[in-house]
């Protein structure tokens, strides 16, 4: 009896053990997580500023982010292979350093005819080798019943890094204007911050990540079998896989207009620089709010049920910002504004754990991340030309609110969309 006790507390304590490694990996992904992406999209909080500092268009800016979300769409899919077949302790730190050093390129204000280059260099390490990687590294990290947890997790963790970030970056930027710095005066030092950031937090991830991928189940390594064309054909007759990528492409773009919030509040309600960007950094801190109380709400009762709750929610947040008069109560603005943040929020941290109910065998879960990207975030290539289109068309506040319409229609075919998710995986349950 005492040696199956010490055996009984040999295995818990190899068990504490393995389960703190693996808490404090998933740590690490969410620092790399929180940094890489606020560089790519500084213009959440700083748009207008950074079309002053380059001296560029409205149009050239969205012709940048619409050059990398088609790196993005090319790169989602590869990139899936990739994370098959490569470490994610060699792809990921890859990415941090390439954005990185880019972002120091973007910090000493090149002509604007290098910016394609830049941003096409951010779309390579953001899409081909970050981001399957990330989701595949999550997706192992976590146990079967911890799915809705992580990924939840996930996103509220790395928006809680992206608040900080962000506060500290606008107390820069404050500080600098009051002191009657230029435009790329007081940008400089915010995208040095994030830039070497980057690259601190990609010495850490390949210093103690594992140098193989371990699922936390089997606790072995994946291992990849199945060729290309043949992953694909069995991708293909997966259904649900690809009604999840169409919850994602609609889910998506409630998260993608809330970067047309700073803009929104500046030339739709006339608010000055700061005050709009202080409302963009309070929503970002409802993100640990909504990604982590999403992903816990998801868990306890169904991930498809409160994922389906707050892309209505948005939708109607959405509604209720196109409804508002041109001189509105800023704490109204405020409110909505927050909630349209923190259900997109919840959004984001629940998609991917559908990915578990979707029975993809192990040895193509990185294609098939790649693949339903490929398809899921589509909006990165089109969506800010639908914006630019738009807001051209339509200037001023009734562009936003024609704009904010689209969003909204988008979240409420979404929510539909989960609702027959849920239908068809409990179908396949049943069947015997």
Request: with cysteine; glycine share 10%.
């Amino acid at each position: 009896m005492i040696d199956n006790i010490a055996i009984a507390a040999g295995t818990s304590a190899l068990q504490k053990k393995q389960d703190l490694k693996r808490y404090f990996q998933f740590a690490l992904l969410l620092l790399a997580a929180g940094t890489i992406y606020p560089m790519l999209y500084l213009r959440q909080n700083y748009e207008l500023t950074i079309l002053d500092a380059f001296r560029i268009s409205k149009d050239e800016l969205e012709n940048s982010y619409a050059l990398m979300g088609v790196i993005y769409l090319i790169a989602y899919g590869p990139s899936g292979w990739l994370a098959d077949k490569v470490s994610a302790r060699i792809l990921i730190p890859f990415s941090l350093v390439l954005v990185g050093v880019l972002g120091l390129w973007f910090a000493s204000f090149p002509d604007k005819q290098f910016l394609p280059l830049i941003f096409a260099g951010w779309g390579i390490g953001a899409g081909l080798t970050f981001w399957a990687a990330l989701i595949k590294s999550v997706k192992l990290l976590a146990k079967r019943d911890e799915q809705g947890r992580f990924f939840g997790i996930l996103d509220g963790g790395r928006g809680l890094i992206e608040a900080v970030l962000a506060t500290a970056a606008l107390s820069i930027f404050a500080y600098m204007m009051h002191n009657s710095a230029s435009s790329r005066q007081a940008m400089q030092p915010i995208v040095y911050m994030y830039a070497i950031s980057c690259l601190l937090i990609a010495a850490l991830i390949f210093v103690f990540l594992d140098k193989r991928d371990v699922d936390a189940d089997s606790g072995v390594a994946g291992q990849d079998k199945v060729g290309l064309l043949a992953g694909l054909r069995i991708l293909l007759g997966i259904p649900q896989l690809w009604l999840m990528a169409f919850i994602i492409l609609t889910g998506y773009q409630l998260f993608w207009v809330t970067y047309s919030f700073s803009s929104f509040l500046r030339q739709g309600h006339g608010m000055d620089a700061v005050a709009a960007g202080a409302i963009t950094v309070i929503k970002l801190w409802m993100r640990p709010i909504g990604g982590i109380g999403g992903g816990f709400l998801g868990n306890r009762f169904s991930n498809e049920s409160v994922l389906a709750g707050a892309m209505l929610l948005a939708a109607a947040g959405l509604v209720g910002l196109m409804i508002l008069p041109q001189y509105a109560n800023t704490y109204v603005l405020l409110a909505l504004v927050l909630l349209v943040g923190t259900m997109s929020y919840t959004v984001r941290g629940l998609y991917w754990a559908l990915l578990d109910k979707c029975q993809v065998p192990a040895s193509v879960i990185g294609l098939a991340i790649g693949v339903v990207s490929m398809v899921g975030y589509l909006p990165d290539v089109f969506l800010p030309e639908i914006n630019a289109a738009v807001l051209t068309r339509f200037p001023g506040l009734t562009g936003f609110k024609v704009y904010f319409g689209y969003i909204a229609l988008c979240g409420v075919l979404g929510a539909a969309g989960v609702f027959y998710f849920k239908k068809s995986t409990k179908k396949e349950r049943a069947q015997p």
